[in-house]
């Protein structure tokens, strides 16, 4: 046998090999993991938004800055949460993890920003919340654009 078909064998079963192991969240885990983290990280945000910094009910749903202010304190905590564990809290409940989809590391502060942005995009067009039905690797349209993976952690 020539040395080329040995090597060639041997890259085809590490890379077979990495494909077992590897493996990507469920879609129904994954919203899981998202209703987990808006009762958890958003609830708590627009509870102390709504009645220690404004006056109330009232004066949130009348002012166009408070929601803002709600969802971007989100998006900052979720960025930080990704970039430093690649988790947040409901993503840890399901034993999922956001990683790279190349080198299967944790992503950058700027990246989870870029990837929360790009959630609030495909979340507002509906479209790229679909992408996980038809896609062997479960990808989102907000993992697609920041080239991301959610996958169950490695035991």
């Not at 990837?115 to 479209?127: C, D, K």
């Amino acid at each position: 046998m020539r040395f080329r078909n040995i090597k060639k064998r041997q890259k085809q079963h590490k890379q077979s090999k990495q494909k077992i192991q590897l493996q990507y969240a469920s879609y129904p885990d994954r919203i899981k993991a998202f209703i987990t983290d808006m009762f958890m990280i958003y609830a708590p945000i627009l509870y102390f938004i709504t009645y220690v910094v404004m006056n109330g009910k009232d004066d949130f749903q009348s002012s166009q800055w408070a929601p803002f202010l709600g969802v971007t304190l989100y998006g900052l905590i979720y960025a930080v949460l990704i970039a430093k564990f690649g988790q947040t809290p409901g993503k840890k409940a399901y034993k999922i993890e956001v990683v790279d989809d190349k080198t299967l590391q944790h992503i950058s502060f700027f990246r989870a920003v870029c990837r929360f942005i790009a959630f609030l995009f495909s979340a507002t067009i509906l479209i790229g919340l679909f992408f996980p039905f038809y896609r062997k690797d479960k990808k989102a349209l907000h993992d697609i654009i920041c080239s991301t993976i959610q996958i169950y952690e490695k035991n």
